[in-house]
């Protein structure tokens, strides 16, 4: 016990003689958390559409107005002919072409329908299909306000029935997030990417570094025990990791208004089990480098797959199974999703103990490999 | 000119000379292209639904018929209680619940009209309003066949086309995204760790003691990752095109261009950051923080540049992959040509000149 006080103290010392690393542990998450939920949303505004309106008629001038109008929307040209719109989007000056057809006034009061071509930028598929549903609604909202104006050209026959639509109200009520705020959903994902980038990155060059640069070797030739000096590594990490999440807790209260439902208490130690899982990684990495640059690549590698695989920007269960069975072993996805329940469901940590319960056995797994894989011997 | 070929030689033996890191170098695209490539998408699939429906009639269960054969739906049988639905959502087992009212087909015949609610689980609002629509759109489906007309007047549909990627393939617009990150990674970090190792070993005094100038040593350094990285590049190509099935639809000869100077970019940067730190820790801090969370965020690989607060926006116009990501997405996937590339293609050169403007004043400011 007393040479594991020791180690720990070596450990800090070690750690803030870089003065690079204090900053970094205060500015880091600051920086991170001020900046970029700012640029999370998939909320498409402003979809830009060339209408080539071959009718010219009254309806499709009416239609014309109501897409401007929306707040979607903006009418950026109306090209006479479909080439000429697609050439503006070749040019990237619009996302959207919306055709409506010479005969769209006919159809509509002599056949009582007609139709609309849209054609969508879709290299984001996401966007593509969001703009198309856009306007169908708008299509739509039309088209019943014409089925107001118009009743009375109907049939009688016609006329009753349609009066006699039966109407379900759908009503969608948005839980947990009314306004559909997007940077509420990323900030708790934010803080498990802060976690997982300073306590991955700085154990996975520790060892390594005291390789190079031969310190490794005064250690292995006292009789310090692996356990110890593998858990001297680990908990300044831990120290890191509360730091940064304190300051991301608090940031995040302040200016983004979002203070966990279920406790800082069940925050703060949902993270300390993370932490200790990715820092166990690092370690396991450290101990297989040779050099610096190898750890570096390693570690980057590891997180990127956390990371992207771990639910923070795409859904896990949009994944193929293979996927989801990694998602099962990562840790990253576990924090993702507990962090996100007690911050935005109001979930007690009763509620996350599946997740705690799988980010506990991970950090054991991960963390036994990591006392096995550090030899003594060089 | 022989002394830098020599001095070229002597660094591409030491790289090919550490097999470790030439597989991890050469691997770790692979991975992460095939991984990515296939497994992370937007598409809003497996809602979980459940169903609160306090007195079954015709209506209600062939509404909750129509949801649970929806491939979209992983439909979860009804729940008794609000409350129980409250406390599965909580727990996050539920996405979304199909709430409706007492006498639903009662109301509706007699009043004409009824009330069915969704609770949708919306901390990720994109799924959650997704969800919501998918289901109103199934309600509106049942709603429109309980009519007796044969078909509602005036009704105008549309004809949806889905230009440059008409399968809405998630691997078209991520593709080009995970090329500009991987490399933007893999080459800051080789670049300014390696160069900053010899300064903190003391190789680099030996190095400054040959006749050579250090500027001409330092790019002498870089030539052999270029082409690592070139490789690099291709490997991701011809991964994405032949198991991906993500189409090069413009010249190959300007995609290689593009990829060229985007490698010497941020080979640059690596330069850069190995005259602003000298210590290993820092460079690899430096690199993979600057490196990876601007790509992530602000580039256009995952949030569109669209979107964001003007401010935002001027951001990442200082972040090398955004232009990169959007010159290879209008020539890979799109199909066009230097005609609407040269200003990404402009920008791009603009940086690389910079960065190394900026090196070349660093390095000689140390020989003084």
């Known amino acids: ?378 | 000119m022989k002394q830098f070929i020599a001095f070229v030689k002597k660094e591409f033996r030491h790289i090919i000379r550490d097999n470790r890191t030439l597989l991890i170098i050469l691997g770790m695209p692979v991975v992460e292209v095939l991984l990515f490539g296939f497994a992370v998408n937007m598409e809003v699939q497996n809602i979980r639904v459940a169903v609160y429906d306090p007195t079954p009639d015709a209506f209600t269960t062939g509404i909750a018929e129509r949801i649970r054969q929806n491939s979209y739906f992983n439909y979860r049988g009804s729940v008794q209680t609000m409350d129980e639905m409250e406390e599965s959502m909580r727990k996050g087992e539920l996405d979304l619940a199909v709430v409706f009212q007492q006498n639903f087909q009662e109301e509706l015949v007699h009043s004409g009209e009824a009330d069915v609610q969704l609770l949708s689980n919306s901390s990720d609002p994109n799924r959650g309003s997704i969800a919501a629509t998918y289901t109103t759109a199934i309600i509106a489906g049942f709603q429109r066949e309980q009519t007796d007309l044969i078909q509602i007047p005036f009704q105008i549909q549309t004809e949806n086309r889905m230009i440059y990627n008409p399968l809405m393939k998630s691997s078209y617009m991520f593709v080009p995204g995970i090329m500009g990150l991987v490399l933007m990674i893999i080459c800051t970090i080789m670049t300014s760790v390696s160069i900053v190792r010899e300064k903190e070993r003391g190789t680099m005094e030996v190095l400054l003691a040959s006749p050579l100038k250090q500027g001409t040593m330092i790019f002498a350094k870089t030539i052999p990752y270029m082409v690592i990285s070139f490789i690099d590049f291709v490997i991701i190509l011809l991964l994405s095109y032949f198991v991906l099935d993500v189409p090069v639809n413009g010249s190959l000869l300007l995609l290689f261009f593009v990829a060229i100077l985007y490698i010497t970019l941020t080979l640059s940067y690596g330069l850069t950051v190995s005259t602003l730190v000298d210590k290993q820790v820092n460079a690899v801090i430096f690199s993979a923080i600057t490196a990876m969370i601007p790509v992530l965020m602000l580039s256009g690989m995952i949030f569109p540049v669209d979107n964001m607060p003007g401010t935002l926006q001027a951001l990442s116009a200082i972040v090398p992959a955004r232009w990169f990501i959007e010159v290879v997405r209008k020539v890979m996937i799109q199909g066009l040509g230097m005609t609407i590339a040269w200003k990404e293609i402009l920008v791009l050169a603009g940086m690389t000149l910079f960065l190394l403007g900026i090196t070349i004043m660093k390095t000689k400011k140390r020989l003084e």
């Open chain 1, 1 to 378: 016990m007393k040479t594991l006080k020791f180690l720990i103290e070596k450990e800090f010392k070690q750690m803030f003689r870089n003065p690079l690393i204090p900053r970094l542990i205060v500015l880091f998450p600051t920086m991170v958390l001020l900046v970029f939920p700012w640029a999370v949303s998939f909320e498409i505004k402003n979809i830009r559409v060339d209408v080539v309106d071959h009718s010219k008629s009254v309806y499709s001038k009416r239609l014309t107005d109501k897409i401007a109008a929306s707040q979607y929307f903006i009418l950026h040209d109306t090209p006479p002919d479909y080439n000429a719109a697609m050439l503006n989007m070749e040019n990237d000056e619009t996302d959207m072409i919306l055709e409506i057809p010479a005969s769209f006034d006919v159809d509509l009061v002599k056949r009582r329908e007609s139709g609309v071509g849209v054609a969508v930028n879709s290299v984001n598929g996401t966007q593509g299909l969001l703009g198309s549903n856009y306007v169908m609604q708008i299509v739509n909202d039309f088209s019943s306000e014409l089925r107001g104006e118009l009743t009375q050209t109907l049939p009688p026959q016609t006329r009753v029935s349609v009066m006699r639509l039966k109407k379900m109200n759908i009503v969608p009520q948005y839980k947990y997030n009314p306004a559909l705020d997007y940077k509420k959903f990323m900030i708790p994902g934010f803080m498990v990417l802060l976690l997982t980038i300073l306590c991955g990155i700085l154990p996975a060059l520790n060892i390594v570094m005291e390789k190079e640069n031969g310190t490794i070797n005064q250690i292995n030739v006292t009789p310090i025990s692996k356990m110890n000096f593998i858990l001297a590594k680990l908990i300044p990490y831990w120290a890191v990791g509360l730091v940064v999440m304190i300051i991301s807790i608090t940031l995040s209260f302040l200016i983004y208004g979002l203070w966990p439902g279920g406790g800082v208490v069940a925050v703060l130690i949902s993270a300390i089990v993370f932490i200790l899982s990715v820092s166990g990684l690092g370690i396991i990495i450290s101990n297989y480098s040779e050099t610096m640059q190898q750890a570096s690549f390693l570690v980057m590698f590891f997180i990127l797959i956390l990371v992207l695989l771990g639910g923070m920007f795409t859904p896990v269960s949009s994944m193929p199974a293979w996927a989801q069975a990694i998602a099962a072993i990562n840790p990253f996805n576990y924090l993702t999703t507990a962090f996100r329940m007690l911050y935005l469901n109001g979930s007690s940590l009763a509620d996350v103990s599946g997740n705690l319960l799988a980010l506990g056995a991970i950090a054991v797994v991960l963390n036994g490999w990591a006392v096995f894989s550090y030899k003594k011997r060089g």
